[in-house]
């Protein structure tokens, strides 16, 4: 054989084979997020470019052009415009609109839509609404919808309700957003994209996440006895032979007893990785067709819950929908209408750390539809947080939605205007507040302002892991377990010293902050004990709490003492754990009072180096270690072996470790918020009562009065 041959065989050898691989990768479902398409075709693009810094925060308004009659279409975007609102957004409901019968796409009215929104003066977001497929891929397809942990199949009529793994439903979501992709592929006046809407991982129990469990359970393991031993199969004798017999881990179906935690905890990751995988996808279809200056993201729930939004590593940012008041009282009194008072702050320190921008895609205009209660909001409270969404670093604010709807399910959601499509709501009337507030912050912006370095001195991190969360959920052992309300007792401890705040990953920097806290971090392993050791040796202060460090990465206890893999860090262990029945509660011994406990506490065993800084003062083990600290290093390490309900202990313990290290801090009540953002401070109070914000008598209100009124914001630089 010559060499041209040669060369022509290997060529042609390598073509099939790269043909066949790209074959068989578009016809497989793509379970994990960082395998979808290895061309992220705006990763050199940095996520804060998309967005002008003087700029500050856009504020935008839901519009759906699809549910109102026609000839009123250019009064409402004319008026949307004539408000204030700088673009709006469209299409995630509108498949059925858009592609009516199988592959027949429609655009004309969207085209004309967003023609009149660009007369008007408004840029558009512009929406995959794979959420919703049309009637007819339902009848065609049947199995495109999700089965439920009982068994059933749903059905066209609601929103939600599709397997995200069925291959004909991911077929056809990928022509509708190629459709879309290259029908608005040079149009600039789409600001950005959003792919579907409110992703949330939802359980599916279908023959085709079944199958797709499968394969991801045999990329993970690679061989059938990894995952019996990872999932305990030699327990009830739950092992499985090969990986076509393992079923997905259903306690609607198997209420008599416990299923393995680890087979729970590996379809909770499964499920998130598809969700990943699934908004990733249309993420890379959309970067083959749009304009380099056009963003894409999504709209993820408060803090996601079931879905990981750093699993989605695609987008360019993540997003997310805020809605305060549903029918919670946290604080008493008037609470439940200025709004549960950590969501905001919660989700803004969230999500804006993970690629350095975020937005709010949907806030809550006024009254809802879909809680328990549904109360009026007190009156300012939609304007309060707007300006607390600014402070907490979102790029640009988006309302659900412009008019009250007067038909369907949400026939009870309020709208910036009312029924009557033009009068202003006074959840409307506070949005055209923000605006101008934000005009005037915009005059007022100074681009040369850096952080002052007394809060610098504060930045605190909140190390968090959604594998954690399941885990702990899985087996709370009590049902006064709460992971999110653990958490919250530690982000209000931070929030009461105005200490900026960001939530972190175990592959983030550790150094950037001062101060970092892990509450509950039950799983680690020794990558996470080293990088932890080595923070606090070179200067950090670490604060574990309860739950920390019992279990390895598949939910596995240690065979060894509680809690000893980290002993060389905390320089304790744990004797053991203990629980109170609902009505009863233990007392701990901190400063020389008394604090209630009720949730969990940890009797803890001191060794060399660490000192005891809080005792049980009640039950059997009176006298016993609470709570410890050790130097390290040039860092602390504090252990906090208690949960509680009033998360008092938990504040004034967190507050002594900023006071310990000499860093200067504020006394805020809860309810209380303050932060700092591109040269301003903004304070909110969600509390009944006025609060006189420690302002300098030097510094100049942009904003607001002082002292601070329930419901109100002050701002000031």
Known sequence: MNGQKFRTLVITALLTAITLFLTQCSQKPDMRADSAN????????????????????????????????????????????????????????????????????????????????????????MCTPSL????????????IYLTGADGIRREHGIRATVSITDPAYRKYVDKIVTALAEHYSNDSRIWGWQVDNEPLAIPDFSPAARKAFQE?????????????????????????????????PNEAMNQEDKLSPHAVLDFKRFTADATAGFLNRQ???????????????????????????????????????????????????????????????????????????????????????????????????????????????????????????????????????????????????????????????????????????????????ILWSHDVMWDLDIQPQTTKWNTWRNRNNYTYAVKSTGAPMDFISENDNFSKYPFLIAPSYQLIDTVLISRLRDYVTNGGNLILTCRTGFKDKNGHFFETKWAEQLSSLTGSTVEFFDMLPAGTEGTVLWRNEDYSWDIWSEVLSPLKGAQVIATYSDQFYTG??????????????????????????????????????GVAIENLPRGIFMEWRDGFYVAVNYTDNSYKIPVPPDAKIVTGTNPLKSAETLIWK
């Open 38 to 125: 290895p061309a992220k075709l705006n990763q050199h693009i940095l996520p804060s470019s998309f967005f002008s810094k003087k700029d500050l925060m856009k504020i935008g308004v839901y519009y759906y052009p699809e549910q109102w009659p026609h000839e009123q279409w250019q009064r409402d975007l004319n008026n949307i415009a004539l408000y204030g609102f700088e673009f709006t957004h469209f299409a995630e409901f509108s498949w059925a609109l858009i592609e009516a019968e199988e592959g027949k796409f429609d655009f004309s009215w969207l085209d004309e839509a967003v023609d009149l929104a660009s007369k008007a003066g408004l840029k558009v977001i």
């Open 132 to 143: 919703c497929p049309p009637a007819w891929m339902g009848e065609k397809y049947p199995e």
């Open 216 to 248: 991801w359970l045999r990329e993970k393991y690679e061989t059938i006895e990894e995952l019996n031993k990872s999932w305990g199969g030699s327990f009830w004798s739950t092992r499985y032979d090969n990986f076509n017999q393992v079923l997905i």
């Open 283 to 461: 993420a890379d279809i959309l970067r083959e067709h749009i304009l380099p200056s056009q963003w894409v993201t999504t709209n993820y729930t408060n803090m996601a819950m079931e879905a990981d939004p750093r699993r989605s590593d695609h987008l360019d940012f993540p997003t997310f929908t805020m809605y305060p008041v549903n029918g919670k009282n946290e604080l008493g009194g008037n609470n439940f209408r200025t709004g549960v008072p950590y969501r905001i702050y919660e989700a803004c320190d969230y999500y804006r750390p993970i690629n350095g921008v975020t937005g709010i895609m949907e806030l809550q205009p006024g009254q809802i539809n879909w809680a328990q209660v549904n109360s009026q909001p007190l009156p300012g409270a939609v304007h309060m947080w707007i300006m607390q969404a600014f402070g907490g670093g979102c790029s640009f604010l988006c309302t659900y939605r412009y008019r009250h709807p007067v038909f369907s399910s949400e026939m009870y959601h309020e709208g910036i205007v009312g029924t009557d499509g033009i009068t202003l709501s006074t959840g409307g009337k506070e949005f055209v507040q923000a605006i101008n507030d934000m005009k005037l912050l915009r005059m007022e912006y100074d681009s040369s302002l850096i952080m002052p370095e007394v809060l610098s001195k504060r930045k605190t991190a």
């Open 624 to 661: 016993k270690p609470a709570a410890t600290i050790r130097n390290l290093g040039y860092g602390t390490v504090t252990y906090i072996g208690v949960a509680t309900s009033a998360g008092s202990l938990e504040r004034d313990i967190v507050r002594s470790i900023y006071e310990n290290a």
